[in-house]
T-cell receptor, first 116, second 116 residues
């Protein structure tokens, strides 16, 4: 079974607008971490934001914020005031116990296009 | 720059060649990882070195051989590869020490490998 699911293969948004990328995950653990990584055409995987599952408060990093719904196992990323440099593949990732070992598991990614 | 470097950035090799990928981290981390990123697939964890303990993904073929001589350097030795091994190979590192970023992996820029 897929641990991390990103149901939107591609998204596009007008520059300066707001976009939300979806992510759901499957776990029976209560203690884990969630991440959003950005991979621009240069291929460098860059951490955007992280969330500890034990924290109820949604993480924010400047224009990036998450909507963490633990009961629903949902972890969406909101990008406000979209900029051309935000164009990239975005990967949602889960770090926690999987089959007895701590692992980082990625979703299949969402390609975000910014329209000028 | 994330503090993780990889060389070479691009590599073309024949199926009978032997080559090595190199990863170096300048972050003082003590856990390092190799991932494979193929088109249309989520990132696949290949190998983990954590405090000199090696963890393997049992599905990785033996034609891939990792080496971690110290906590700052990680190699992936390649021999008799197949065309389906063509992919982006990403290195990542993480700190095992307790702290705010303990669960976060930082990625290198990757090596784009083409096997002919």
């Amino acid at each position: 079974a897929q641990t991390v699911t990103q149901s939107q293969p591609e998204m596009s948004v007008q520059e300066a607008e707001t976009v939300t990328l979806s992510c759901t995950y499957d776990t029976s653990e209560s203690d884990y971490y969630l991440f959003w990584y950005k991979q621009p055409p240069s291929r460098q995987m860059i951490l955007v934001i992280r969330q500890e599952a034990y924290k109820q408060q949604n993480a924010t990093e400047n224009r990036f914020s998450v909507n963490f719904q633990k009961a629903a196992k949902s972890f969406s990323l909101k990008i406000s005031d979209s900029q051309l440099g935000d164009a990239a593949m975005y990967f949602c990732a889960y770090r926690g116990l999987i089959q007895g070992a701590q692992k980082l598991v990625f979703g299949q990614g969402t390609r975000l296009t910014i329209n000028p | 720059e994330t503090g993780v470097t990889q060389t070479p950035r691009h590599l073309v090799m024949g199926m009978t060649n032997k080559k090595s990928l190199k990863c170096e981290q300048h972050l003082g981390h003590n856990a390092m990882y190799w991932y494979k990123q193929s088109a249309k697939k989520p990132l696949e964890l290949m190998f983990v070195y954590s405090l000199e303990e090696r963890v393997e993904n049992n599905s990785v073929p033996s034609r891939f051989s990792p080496e971690c001589p110290n906590s700052s350097h990680l190699f992936l030795h390649l021999h008799t590869l197949q065309p389906e091994d063509s992919a982006l190979y990403l290195c990542a590192s993480r700190s095992n020490l307790w702290g705010g970023s303990r669960e976060t992996q930082y990625f290198g820029p990757g090596t784009r490998l083409l096997v002919l």
